[in-house]
């Protein structure tokens, strides 16, 4: 076994404990919103998933790398086309909110940057879903490039 981490386009070696452990504030100043501005940008830690159409339990797979803790791109899915309101929606069941949004501030000039979401999957169909032991940070950028957020998915 190779005692060096591949990312998937197979040009980075990373040595034995490296982690990819980027704060909330990186997360949306440097991935998102790179991303958000350029859509050709490839986190090479972040793999692009669309959440509507994985359950959970099938992220590990998707990811570029990590063991408990998993980086991805994914659009927002609207409810509804003219709506705000954003599904979270899969077949097995669904990602609900906990908790209130919480504000990312730049460390240098103090604005606020983005928002971050905390969700908990639970399985089956609202009000009557179990809930599990999933649970995904949803990060969103602040203002007009707000459609678009990263999502950290744990277990």
């Known amino acids: 076994?190779?005692?060096?981490?591949?990312?998937?386009?197979?040009?980075t070696h990373l040595p034995p404990g490296f982690r990819f452990h980027p704060t909330d504030e990186e997360l949306i100043t440097y991935y998102l919103l790179k991303k958000v501005l350029d859509s050709s940008f490839t986190g090479r830690a972040i793999a692009e998933v669309d959440l509507n159409k994985c359950e959970p339990w099938e992220l590990p797979e998707k990811a570029k790398m990590g063991e408990k803790?998993?980086?991805?791109?994914?659009?927002?899915?609207?409810?509804?086309?003219?709506?705000?309101?954003?599904?979270?929606?899969?077949?097995?069941?669904y990602w609900k909110a906990t908790g209130k949004d919480r504000e990312i501030y730049s460390s240098k000039t103090s604005a606020l940057v983005g928002?971050?979401?905390?969700?908990?999957?639970?399985?089956?169909?609202?009000?009557?879903?179990?809930?599990?032991?999933?649970v995904m940070h949803e990060y969103r950028l602040e203002g007009k490039f707000a459609y678009h957020y990263l999502s950290r998915s744990s277990k």
């Open 115 to 134: 928002m971050k979401k905390t969700l908990v999957f639970y399985r089956g169909r609202a009000p009557k879903g179990e809930k599990s032991n999933w």
């Open 69 to 93: 803790e998993w980086y991805f791109f994914s659009l927002r899915d609207r409810k509804y086309p003219t709506g705000l309101r954003t599904n979270r929606a899969t077949e097995a069941g």
């Open 1 to 11: 076994m190779d005692s060096y981490h591949h990312f998937d386009n197979g040009d």
